[in-house]
């Protein structure tokens, strides 16, 4: 009988409302998952189960919504995050372009609660532009500076990056506590 291991991780998601951070968790999820929505804390929170070799990876997410009259819940919100994923949005408008300028803010507060916790960040709805144009080095330079694991242009629209990106973090974190735990 095979013996499986059990790891659990909360990952929390952040980033200016509207990015896209609720229909990305959806997206990766397919949706089956278990989905509570704490109005009252103005967070939404998803579970879902994923194995890696022999091991069960018990993930949760937790997705701000962002709302300011519940910046004293914020501790509670990034309380034993694991790790995090910041969102912005590719969008050539006033959200996208306040929404990449804002990472270093959502950075900063989660350094504030969390530490260093590894980080990436998900430049999504590249589906809204021609990807041939995108600045990389734009959104390179940030990943440098602020050493995030890295980045990966997604789109919760059409699903492209979505698996990836997402998956990316998970290994991150399961292949870190094995070798803690082993
Ligand atoms: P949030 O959780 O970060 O606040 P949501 O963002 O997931 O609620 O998404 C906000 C809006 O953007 C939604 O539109 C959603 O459908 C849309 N959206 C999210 N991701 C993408 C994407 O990759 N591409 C495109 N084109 N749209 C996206 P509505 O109209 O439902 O409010
Ligand atoms: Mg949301």
């Not at 909360?10 to 989905?35: H, M, N, P, R, Y």
């Not at 912005?88 to 929404?99: A, M, V, Y």
Request: glycine share 6%; hydrophobic share 40%; with cysteine.
């Amino acid at each position: 009988m095979t013996n499986f291991e059990e790891f659990g991780f909360k990952i929390t998601v952040i980033g200016d409302g509207a990015v896209g951070k609720t229909s990305l968790i959806k997206k990766f999820t397919k949706g089956t998952f278990e989905k509570d929505y704490i109005k009252t804390i103005g967070t939404q929170f998803s579970r879902f189960n994923k194995q890696i070799e022999e091991a069960v990876i018990n993930l949760i997410f937790w997705d701000i919504a962002a709302q300011d009259d519940f910046n004293f819940l914020r501790p509670l919100f990034y309380r034993e995050s694991r790790a995090c994923i910041i969102v912005c949005s590719l969008e050539e408008n006033e959200l996208g372009e306040d929404s990449f300028i804002h990472i270093k803010d959502w950075y900063n507060e989660l350094k504030k609660y969390c530490g260093n916790i590894p980080v990436v960040l998900f430049a999504n709805k590249v589906d809204l532009v021609e990807e041939n144009d995108l600045d990389i080095d734009k959104i390179q330079n940030i990943v440098n500076k602020h050493n995030f694991l890295g980045y990966y242009i997604t789109s919760a629209k059409t699903g492209q990056g979505v698996i990836d990106a997402f998956n990316a973090i998970i290994n991150e974190l399961y292949y870190k506590f094995k070798a803690l735990s082993s």
